[in-house]
């Protein structure tokens, strides 16, 4: 491969985009830290620094005036764009990419939309809700979970697309969640409603975050795992104040 090291800003680019799309997509912040200083490291810039958190990314090449910081302001779940970009970094280290081509390819993987449809979610999601209430007790709750756990994700896509503020859309989806799985108990579906709710609201947890929380903590990523850590708590409690709202109008 031809050096690059006279290009630091085009270098320091690649890299910038590579972990925006990983941090955006729901990659540990170990792994964007890693995957820059590896695509650094492959364009001929040896020593360079990164500092990474939940929000944003600051990228520096060692003794060269080039510092860049990039916003990361929106968050999803698309492993798919994590394992294309994982692909991407290690042609770059096998010397099968060029700066250029590299840069196309990160470009063209971040146009991309890889999430399904959200009638596919919703049917997921539903499935899902219902299989959990028949591991926590039985057939006789899988309808009303499936149902009340479709309707509560689709109210948490719909919610979140008018408020960018995913508290209160966890919030509102877990509250609507919990009153059709009430509401379906007093007409008679289903025999245990706490069991009927724990399933509809399963969707919704933070598993992700709460993952990539511990995950970046034992790799030494204190702010990271504490950011991460105090987004999925607020996730949960906003899940468990709908379900306790319910529970209180009951």
């Not at 680019?13 to 972990?19: E, R, T």
């Not at 596919?120 to 028949?134: W, Y």
Request: with cysteine.
């Amino acid at each position: 491969m031809p050096t690059y090291s006279d290009r630091t800003n085009d270098i320091v680019d690649v890299c910038l985009l590579a972990g925006k799309i990983i941090l955006e997509s729901g990659g540990e912040t170990y792994r964007v830290e890693d995957t820059m200083m590896r695509i650094a490291a492959s364009f001929g810039i040896p020593r360079s620094h990164s500092y990474v958190t939940p929000t944003g990314i600051i990228f520096s090449i060692d003794k060269k005036n080039s510092t860049q910081f990039i916003r990361i302001s929106e968050r999803s779940t698309d492993l798919q764009k994590v394992a294309m970009v994982n692909s991407i970094s290690r042609r770059i280290s096998k010397g099968e990419l060029t700066l250029e081509e590299a840069y196309e390819q990160l470009k063209e993987v971040e146009a991309q939309k890889f999430a399904y449809p959200l009638w596919l979610q919703v049917i997921a999601s539903a499935i899902g809700s219902g299989c959990f209430a028949v591991m926590l007790g039985g057939w006789n709750n899988f309808l009303p979970s499936l149902l009340s756990g479709g309707a509560g994700f689709y109210c948490f896509e719909m919610v979140h697309r008018l408020v960018k503020i995913r508290f209160f859309a966890e919030f509102f989806a877990s509250f609507v969640a919990g009153g059709l799985a009430l509401l379906m108990m007093m007409a008679g579906l289903g025999t245990d409603l706490g069991k009927m709710m724990i399933g509809s609201v399963m969707p919704l947890v933070p598993g992700l975050a709460i993952t990539n929380a511990v995950r970046d903590l034992m790799a030494g990523h204190l702010i990271a795992g504490l950011s991460r850590g105090a987004e999925a708590f607020l996730t949960a409690f906003a899940i468990g104040t709908g379900i306790a709202l319910i529970l209180s109008i009951r």
